[in-house]
């Protein structure tokens, strides 16, 4: 894929470089994937807009549940189907369409472009942060302003722009206690199985109802202010979104309002899974010797990572403790990004609002979400320059799920809404 950037990229007449970033992890051999860095452009007398997206996915198998291979783009009717379509392969070529259309209908490029495109932002974007620290006076130095098309619309019909993201911490917890899998007939009852200490200690750290149980995590968010709360009035969203975007009726909330606060600015913890554990289909009699839990929790205003961290291990070993068991047990922080909550009324937004209007005919609402891209606050504070979420894709794309997809018309209109926006940029004046 970062290849596939460098040829597109250069063969529209940008500068392109790829800046590798070492082994993944510690102790690893596996090479991160490079980011891919260029310029489109570079009249002092325009204004220089710095665009971020990634180029890495989430995993897809067909066995998953897809309808087609995941990894060949299929239209169907008026949509385009495969992993990446909206999240992001789509919108990072859209940036790549909108310089082609340029250069075909002979209109002149409006702003520097300066391209920041990466390939582990689905794994908490490990190595960027340190590269934009390094690089904001120097690669990033003339950049006047971010945008970043990596959400989506909240419900089908109506655009918006995106101003806070929840930050995200990502946890593993290990439990181990024979040297192998073992015969459940002939163990079973005999020794502390790791899977049966594991699930009590998940258990544990959130409730069916999405309260977290982690004693001090709710008293480090931000209380909701009266102002806050009603800009959650005019949001055109409704349950049925949440149905049809879901496929089910299983909202914890009945409301609107109290769904979208759960999703933008509360903290939630999410189970994801349990690598070791049995999970072929048929019925195997077997204890597993080490399994390994995966939890995350999405993080809002105030929530400090290091400070999260301290609750989650103290809550475990506390939990921990009281089994008593002769496991081994062992919490580990995989990744975490921080939460992002920005200025809506920066001229950044304002040339937004502006291209939005120009391509949909409507105003678009202002969103926070629940998703995490964990650069969007480093490029903020390292730049010093405003961030902009513009979205492409609607809220039912099945982002990280089957069948991801991207409307054509999200598609066509998204690409338009890219480049008015940077025509609208090129001219707003600063506020
Ligand atoms: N495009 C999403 C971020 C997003 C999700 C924005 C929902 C708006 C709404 C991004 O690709 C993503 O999935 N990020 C990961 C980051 C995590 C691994 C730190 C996420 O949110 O799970
Ligand atoms: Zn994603």
Redesign the pocket.
């Given at each position: 894929m970062a290849h596939f950037l460098e040829k597109e990229l250069k063969a529209l007449g940008a500068q392109v470089e790829l800046r590798e970033l070492g082994p993944q992890g510690a102790g690893t051999n596996v090479d991160l994937p490079p980011i891919v860095l260029g310029k489109y452009g570079n009249d002092p007398n325009k204004r220089t807009i710095l665009v971020y997206g990634?180029y890495d996915v989430?995993p897809a198998l067909l066995e998953d549940g897809w309808d087609t291979e995941p990894f060949t783009l299929v239209q169907k009717d008026d949509k385009l189907i495969g992993r990446g379509s909206t999240?992001?392969k789509g919108p990072v070529l859209g940036w790549i369409n909108s310089i082609e259309a340029h250069q075909q209908a002979g209109i002149e490029f409006p702003v520097n472009l300066v391209f920041c495109f990466e390939g582990m932002?689905?794994?908490?974007?490990e190595g960027l942060d340190d590269l934009i620290h390094e690089e904001a006076n120097k690669f990033f130095k003339d950049v006047d302003a971010t945008c970043i098309s990596?959400?989506?619309w909240l419900g089908t019909t109506h655009p918006v722009l995106?101003y806070g993201?929840r930050g995200?911490s990502?946890y593993s917890v290990t439990v181990e206690g024979p040297s192998a899998d073992l015969h459940s007939g002939i163990f079973g009852g005999m020794v502390s199985e790791p899977l049966i200490d594991l699930t009590h200690v998940l258990a544990q750290l959130v409730d069916p109802q999405g309260k977290i149980l982690i004693p001090g995590v709710n008293d480090l968010v931000a209380p909701l202010t009266p102002d806050e709360e009603k800009l959650y009035d005019n949001i055109k969203y409704s349950m049925d979104d949440l149905y049809s975007a879901t496929g089910s009726k299983t909202n914890l909330f009945d409301t609107e309002k109290e769904s979208l606060k759960a999703r933008w600015r509360y903290p939630t913890l999410s189970l994801h899974g349990i690598e070791g554990a049995f999970s072929a289909p048929g019925a195997k009699t077997v204890i597993p010797a080490k399994v390994i839990g995966k939890f995350?929790l999405r993080t809002v205003p105030n929530i400090q990572p290091r400070e999260l961290d301290e609750l989650v291990f103290k809550h475990i070993d506390n939990v921990w403790k009281k089994l008593n068991s002769k496991n081994k047990i062992e919490v580990k922080l995989l990744?975490d990004?921080l939460w992002w909550l920005s200025d809506p009324h920066h001229w950044n937004f304002e040339a937004a609002k502006k291209a939005t209007k120009a391509v949909w005919h409507v105003d678009p609402d202002l969103t926070r979400?629940?998703?995490?891209?964990?650069v969007t606050l480093t490029f903020e504070q390292a730049l010093k320059k405003n961030v902009l979420?513009l979205?492409m894709g609607r809220g039912d794309d099945g982002?990280?799920s089957i069948n991801e997809k991207i409307n054509v018309d999200n598609y066509i209109n998204g690409v338009k809404t890219l480049s008015a926006y940077l025509h609208y940029v090129s001219v707003e004046p600063s506020s």
């Open positions: 990634h989430q999240d992001d932002e689905e794994y908490g974007s990596d959400n989506y995106t993201l995200c990502y995350s990744h990004g979400e629940g998703g995490s891209i964990p979420l979205p982002a990280h």
